[in-house]
């Protein structure tokens, strides 16, 4: 048998089983194919598939949203530490602060070591400032005990008001480090 004669038979088997299988060629009685597929099955299974693809689109996006917001949420812890990780450092200064206060008023004015310890005292403000610690001098304010610590009456001065300012009080970066010690007016 030669090649083409395969190739011939080969093409003539093939038109024989598309024949066979062609519904129009089978339209009678005879089937060749017993057709037991129920198609309401597969109709359920791929809804149930495509139900756990959701669930997994839920879940993924519902993760995703989580880490970003953990994200975020180590992102702000993270700069709250640095904005007050001075916050006790920063505290003890102003004790220093204080004692520098008290050594200029009680110096005598043309005394040289005075200039240098108000030098100091400026030097010191200065660096305190640039760190974000500021003074809260609430003379004549309103008084506000988140800010105020009263210590007595101050006879001249209106009524809840603050009237002396026996030691000024200090914030770092918004947050109180120390209230200002003053006297209330009644």
């Known amino acids: 048998m030669s090649e083409q004669d395969n190739v011939e038979q080969n ?6 089983t598309m024949k066979e299988f062609d519904p129009k060629n089978n339209a009678d009685d005879e089937t060749t194919i017993e057709n037991e597929i ?10 149930e598939l495509e139900g756990e693809v959701q669930q997994a689109k839920e879940t993924t996006a519902r ?3 989580e880490a970003y917001n ?3 949420r180590m992102e702000q812890e993270a700069d709250k530490s640095k904005k007050f990780a001075l916050q006790k450092f920063a505290k ?4 220093v602060v204080d004692n520098l206060e008290r050594a200029i008023e009680n110096a005598d004015a043309n005394d040289p070591v005075a200039e240098g310890v108000q030098l100091t005292h400026k030097a010191l403000l200065s660096v305190l400032t640039k760190n974000g610690v500021e003074a ?3 003379e004549g304010e309103k008084f506000n005990a988140d800010f105020h610590e009263a210590v007595g009456i101050d006879e001249e001065a209106e009524a809840d008001t603050v009237g002396t300012v026996l030691q000024k009080g200090y ?3 918004g947050r109180l480090l120390r209230p200002a010690m003053v006297r209330v007016g009644q």
């Not at 093409?11 to 024989?16: D, G, W």
């Not at 003890?92 to 004790?95: A, G, K, P, Q, S």
């Open 136 to 138: 809260v001098d609430p």
């Open 70 to 72: 953990a994200q975020k």
């Open 171 to 173: 914030s770092l970066n």
């Open 11 to 16: 093409e003539s088997v093939l038109e024989e």
């Open 92 to 95: 003890e200064l102003l004790e």
């Open 38 to 47: 129920d198609i309401d099955v597969f109709k359920s299974r791929i809804a």
């Open 63 to 65: 993760a995703n949203a």
